[in-house]
């Protein structure tokens, strides 16, 4: 059903590098963007970059979560949303909180299992419309994928979720990013959040202190100082117990994919080793040796591999369900 990866890049640091950098773009002519801002509560907005379909009929809906310090504008979302859309779905590219250029909206920045946002959005986006509607997960993004299908369990608010290189294990994935081998990302992740820290604190000094910042050293003592007291969580470590997808995996009652490379460096395979893989007929696993985090480059055109499976299975997630609606409506 799905086609075999042959990697362009085998080596996971080279692959992860170069699907981060690879150049793509949206046909803004043929599929115009629109800014849409969801006021989530007073001191909470967040934007969505929107497109649709240029057909009379849209095939359904594809609402895409970006990972750690990312936007709506990172790669694999770009990438994702130009397939989508030439194949009849509309695209919600979901910036989320105080990403993408909006902290000016947000009192508060986002975290790995922040949900109610877009849950938010997803409820406004059903009032427009009844058709399929899916979730798409990035690395971090994946992990408030996972979480959101589980908490909602069966429910209409939703069709289906894919999630990609995703850190199920929020403190597994955290302490590999400090491994000596992945010192550049744990540098790059580091340095945009200690930024991001010193803008919110020009608009919102009594919430974000920078006294020692600098002495903040790996991405487990910066939740520790910021994100988990910020959110209620107390320790980092209470942050990734509570918040890690992983413990959500058994109540997933929707269709959902799961993509992660066995040597991607950032995200240990150890964690996907999970009974829940093989019991949750829900959940649907495809681990390919290669591709990195994120950098699933193919030897072949198509290049974006990752862009073909995920739309392959949402094709047949939203034939089946036009399908069952025919159906109903016969009968």
Same mark, same amino acid.
């Given at each position: 059903m799905y086609p075999e990866f042959e990697p362009l890049i085998r080596n996971s640091h080279f692959a992860t590098i170069a699907g981060n950098f690879w150049r793509r773009q949206i046909d803004t002519a043929r599929f115009p963007a629109l800014r849409v801002e969801y006021r989530i509560d007073p001191n909470t907005v967040v934007v969505a970059i929107e497109h649709q379909p240029n057909r009379s009929e849209c095939l359904g809906r594809l609402v895409m979560l970006h990972g750690l310090e990312g936007s709506s504008d990172a790669g694999y979302i770009v990438s994702l949303a130009q397939e989508a859309l030439t194949r009849g779905y509309a695209v919600h590219r979901l910036n989320m909180r105080s990403c993408g250029g909006t902290e000016h909206l947000s009192q508060t920045m986002y975290h790995s299992g922040l949900t109610s946002d877009t849950k938010f959005v997803l409820r406004e986006?059903?009032? @427009?419309? @009844? /058709?399929?509607l899916f979730v798409v997960g990035f690395s971090l993004g994946g992990n408030v994928a996972l979480k959101l299908a589980g908490e909602i369990g069966e429910s209409d608010l939703l069709d289906g979720v894919c999630a990609a290189s995703t850190p199920i294990n929020l403190a597994a994935a955290v302490h590999a990013i400090? %491994?000596?081998? +992945?010192?550049? $990302?744990? @540098? %790059? &992740?580091? /340095?945009?959040?200690?930024?991001?820290?010193?803008?919110?604190?020009v608009t919102d000094p009594q919430f974000y202190s920078v006294d020692g910042i600098d002495a903040i050293s790996s991405i487990w003592e910066f939740d520790d100082r910021y994100t988990a007291p910020l959110f209620g969580f107390g320790t980092a470590a209470n942050y990734y117990a509570t918040q890690s997808s992983n413990q959500y995996l058994h109540a997933i009652r929707?269709?959902?994919? =799961?993509?992660? !490379?066995? +040597?991607?460096?950032? =995200? #240990? &395979?150890?964690? $996907? @080793?999970?009974?829940? &893989?093989?019991?949750?007929? !829900?959940?649907?696993?495809? !681990? #390919?040796? &290669?591709?990195?985090?994120?950098g699933f480059l193919s030897r072949h055109r198509p290049r974006f591999w990752l862009d073909q499976v995920v739309m392959r299975w949402i094709d047949s997630r939203a034939k089946g369900l036009l399908e069952k609606t025919l159906q109903t409506t016969r009968s």
């Open positions: 986006i059903r009032k @427009r419309g @009844r /058709g399929p400090d %491994r000596p081998a +992945n010192r550049l $990302y744990a @540098r %790059r &992740f580091l /340095g945009r959040l200690k930024a991001r820290i010193r803008s919110k604190s929707l269709p959902t994919l =799961v993509i992660a !490379a066995k +040597n991607d460096p950032l =995200v #240990p &395979f150890e964690m $996907y @080793r999970l009974p829940v &893989f093989n019991t949750n007929p !829900a959940l649907t696993l495809i !681990a #390919p040796e &290669f591709g990195g985090h994120l």
